[in-house]
């Protein structure tokens, strides 16, 4: 072993900035066919180093001497190699190319096409680790206040690597036969079902899985612990055994996800006319401080973040919908993602655009009590056309090589943009043509790799079988015009007078004015009524505007003078919409008088196209705002969520100027007066989900209007949480709102009420909603403790991270404390954070909440003392000047509009 440690050393000085490789990429001389995977553990003692053994049966694809593939963190141990008769091949040595993470094995001899070889690694590694990635720890204290220790993995999206040696890309598919040993009074899971146990000697067990399906390295998943387990079977389709697994202080909060996880897998495989692959289907809840992601798609054991996953007696209906909508997501990742791989993570957007549009979909059918679907609009479409009128936005299909790019793709644009595309081929095709489509993309594709023609053409097949197409159309044209360039069109809706014809055009929408005119063009359904309309429910498109063609003219027929056009109705397609001023006058006017002639998708629509465009330069502010104007005597969730959104940003923006942003906050004052009343202050016995999050909203806008009422209610909360000291538990958004404010203007001792609490509370939601209370503290040295505080004694940097995402938003001094705090810790950020990547998303988050030249420079004082990379230091100093522009053109244009509506 001492010669292998030597030889790994020398590998490492030999390599570092070698040129041999001018790819991140591997090679791929040979590929691995199948692994035999060995890890032995003893997490039950205490001990987090453990040892394994990786066998890869790799085919050659093309002469070599050299196999390459990826580690990281493991210390090799030794490497052995036999081919197919089972004779040794010699091996010269082994090297290290850090950079790029790549193990290479030199042999003597030269490895012939089409051999098999067998590639035998042994090696070394832990689980000690704080970046939350590989296979690492997780903690918890028992009743009695025994500290215990699980594994657990999270391998998304390149971090199999860091846990053993292996050929660590999504486009490679091998079989996985998975071997445990663990202490015996703990219990082993991966992504297949047990095929057997036997006891060892020393207290410990050998759990031996069954063969995986063919999948890539980044979703083997394995979990060793004393979790608890509670089971149930699903059996519409085929029958799988169902489990959800908690640490087994929180047993009693997994009935309502082993509910969902039945009815969602069955659903599913309903849904799509096709078997899942595994036999059961585990699930697992980490708590919110030991888990980086929400939840994660592991193929037959899925991982969750406790908060999306744990349901008591006090949850509220909003609360369920979230277990519900994040159990969909990774259900149908189950197909879009596992059964079907990206052949690269260029095709990102084929699992997450899939798993993100039908967490909707899927859960709205098997839990309709909570309303899932309509949320989609607002939730995840408004979101993603703000994050595509940015002019450094990239394109869903964006090739990328190095793991910080990779990693970075996990964006809007990969889950919020591309589910609104396929939605809208959703509608625009049909749904029962769509679904045809899909189905068969699943079964011609199954177990292999895909690319983003092989969903085009099992889309074409469907179309053009259910004639859903106009002649010459191809789902290529169509959905590469999407998937292929960046950005969002705005179509411009303008009636001919005295004419039933209406020109319809296209061109890409910009936050801000750019200096250049922009010549894109989409492949565009024009889903249109009219309010004679009878069925706002159709689902069919109209009629497309192609690629190509800026612009074109239709006759619609309108059958009074006071009639208006509705085109993207319930917004089903994925771009905005402008009028001409008399047809905004006609919406207005609609508004006003009869709201309810009018579906709230589509208000909501209204009301997030007409700001976004005003702040554009596209719309006068006037009529953005009397399109908003109609929520003063309305309390309708959808159109108020979307106007939500747009209120939070519009207050960002106007933050620098204080006149103007406390003349917004007098017309919000007006704006949420009716709200407020319907609502009140707490919550209602019997109440539905939307019920509880338009209350959410009515109380953060009431109290952010800066209403005496709301400081003098939320200031009898904290008094509460004085009572409860240590004891103090939160257990909505409604009651963290009241808490939220009440710390905006709180004293030290109320302060340090909720650092003690925080420090004592182990419920996952429960820290969430006091670490996000916290996240409003108005004293800039008050702030900066709570940070010093969740750095010194949190058990993991997670908490720290999101405490920060939280506050930049939530405190009025937030973002000023934030770059404070991270430039004085500049020397130990990587400590604090748990890897460079975890900071980079920070800074990218801050970026966002600027809008100012003083806390711009400092960002990018900070990006240059954290030598972030340079194209999100590049993406970061665009997206500043265009929020700055933004702010310049916009703030005196908002003031003027609001002081002649509060005439």
Not at 267 to 274: A, K, M, N, P, S
Request: overall charge negative; proline content about 3%.
């Amino acid at each position: 072993m001492g010669f292998q440690v030597v030889l790994f050393i020398a590998a490492i000085v030999s390599l570092t900035g070698c040129q041999c490789f001018d790819s991140f990429r591997l090679p791929n001389h040979t590929i691995p066919v199948h692994y035999d995977l060995f890890i032995n553990t003893d997490i039950h003692e205490g001990l987090l180093d453990y040892n394994g053994t990786v066998e890869i049966h790799l085919k050659v694809l093309e002469n070599t001497q050299q196999i390459v593939l990826h580690s990281s963190r493991s210390t090799i141990v030794n490497i052995t190699m036999k081919n197919s008769d089972y004779v040794p091949v010699r091996i010269v040595n082994f090297e290290f190319e850090n950079e790029r993470e790549f193990l290479i094995v030199n042999t003597a001899s030269v490895l012939t096409t089409g051999s098999l070889i067998w590639l035998k690694i042994d090696f070394v590694n832990s689980i000690d680790r704080d970046d939350r990635s590989g296979f690492y720890r997780t903690s918890y204290n028992d009743n009695d206040g025994n500290l215990k220790y699980a594994g657990i993995t999270q391998f998304q999206a390149c971090d199999a690597r860091s846990s053993f040696p292996c050929f660590d890309e999504p486009g490679i598919k091998a079989t996985f036969d998975v071997r445990i040993a663990c202490g015996a009074e703990y219990h082993a899971r991966s992504n297949a079902d047990i095929a057997s146990i036997s006891i060892q000697s020393g207290g410990k067990k050998l759990v031996t899985f069954q063969r995986t399906p063919a999948m890539q390295t980044y979703l083997l998943a394995f979990l060793v612990s004393d979790f608890a387990v509670k089971r149930e079977f699903a059996n519409d389709f085929k029958k799988i055994t169902i489990q959800s697994m908690a640490r087994p202080t929180h047993a009693d909060q997994l009935d309502y996800s082993l509910d969902a996880s039945v009815k969602l897998i069955n659903e599913l495989q309903t849904y799509f006319d096709h078997p899942f692959e595994i036999n059961k289907l585990d699930s697992v809840g980490i708590q919110n401080v030991d888990f980086s992601a929400g939840a994660m798609e592991n193929w037959g054991l899925v991982t969750y973040l406790e908060s999306y996953f744990l349901v008591n007696d006090e949850s509220t209906e909003s609360r369920k919908r979230d277990v519900a909508t994040v159990i969909a997501h990774e259900f149908a990742h189950q197909f879009f993602g596992n059964l079907l791989a990206p052949k690269w993570w260029s095709y990102l957007w084929l699992n997450e655009g899939f798993a993100t549009l039908y967490e909707y979909y899927l859960s709205d059918r098997t839990h309709p009590e909570l309303e899932i679907k309509n949320r989609f609009s607002d939730s995840v479409l408004q979101a993603a056309l703000l994050t595509d009128g940015s002019a450094t936005v990239r394109p869903m299909t964006h090739y990328v090589e190095t793991v910080p790019e990779i990693e970075r793709l996990f964006d809007r644009v990969a889950y919020d943009k591309s589910a609104s595309v396929l939605r809208m081929l959703h509608y625009s095709l049909g749904e029962p043509t769509y679904l045809k489509g899909l189905k068969y993309y699943i079964k011609e594709h199954q177990n292999s790799v895909v690319e983003p023609r092989n969903l085009f053409d099992s889309l074409q097949r469907a179309a053009l079988e259910d004639s859903q197409l106009p002649p010459n159309f191809t789902m290529t044209e169509i959905l590469g015009s999407w998937a292929n360039q960046p950005g969002v069109p705005i179509i411009t809706v303008m009636r001919i007078p005295e004419s039933e014809d209406v020109i319809f055009q296209q061109k890409r929408y910009f936050l801000t004015e750019q200096p250049t005119e922009n010549n894109q063009t989409w492949w565009i359904p024009i889903f249109l009524l009219t309010n004679d309309s009878s069925n706002v429910n159709d689902q069919t498109s109209l009629f497309w505007l192609p690629q190509g063609s800026k612009e074109i003219v239709r006759s619609i027929p309108i059958r009074n003078d006071t009639g208006v056009i509705i085109v993207n109705p319930a917004q089903r397609g994925y771009y905005r919409v402008n009028y001409d001023s008399a047809m905004w006058k006609a919406f207005e006017l609609l508004l006003h008088s009869k709201p309810e002639s009018i579906d709230q998708l589509t208000r909501g629509q209204l009301i997030d196209d007409s700001m976004n465009l005003a702040h554009a330069g596209e719309l006068n502010h006037e009529t953005s705002f009397r399109i908003l104007d109609h929520l003063r005597n309305n309390s309708d969730f959808l159109p108020w969520q979307a106007a939500y959104r747009n209120i939070l940003r519009l207050e960002k923006m106007l933050s620098p100027d204080q006149t103007a942003l406390n003349l917004f906050r007098q017309y919000l004052s007006v704006l949420t007066k009716t709200l407020i009343e319907t609502y009140g202050k707490e919550e209602r016995m019997g109440e539905k989900a939307n019920d509880h999050d338009v209350r959410v909203i009515a109380v953060d806008l009431y109290c952010r209007s800066g209403q005496s009422k709301c400081k003098d209610y939320a200031q009898k909360k904290m008094n509460i949480a004085q009572q409860r000291a240590h004891l103090l538990a939160i257990q909505s958004q409604v009651e963290q709102q009241w808490y939220c404010n009440g710390l905006r203007n709180a004293r030290q001792v109320e302060v340090q009420i909720f650092k003690e609490a925080l420090q004592v509370q182990t419920d996952s939601l429960s820290r969430l909603y006091l670490s996000n209370s916290l996240a409003c503290v108005g004293n800039r040295e008050q702030l900066n403790q709570v940070m010093e505080f969740l750095a010194e004694n949190t058990a993991n940097n997670a908490e720290l991270s999101k405490f920060i995402s939280t506050t930049v938003i939530q405190s009025e001094v937030g973002l000023e404390t934030v770059l404070a705090f991270l430039y004085k810790n500049v020397n130990r950020i990587d400590d604090l954070f748990g890897s460079k990547r975890k900071v980079e998303k920070i800074i990218d988050l801050i970026a966002n909440e600027i809008v100012d030249s003083t806390n711009a420079e400092q960002l990018l004082k900070l990006t240059k003392a954290l030598s972030i990379s340079s194209d999100l230091e590049k993406s970061i100093t665009v997206r500043l000047d265009e929020q700055i522009r933004w702010q310049k053109r916009n703030v005196g244009l908002v003031y003027m509009t609001l002081k002649k509506i509060l005439l």
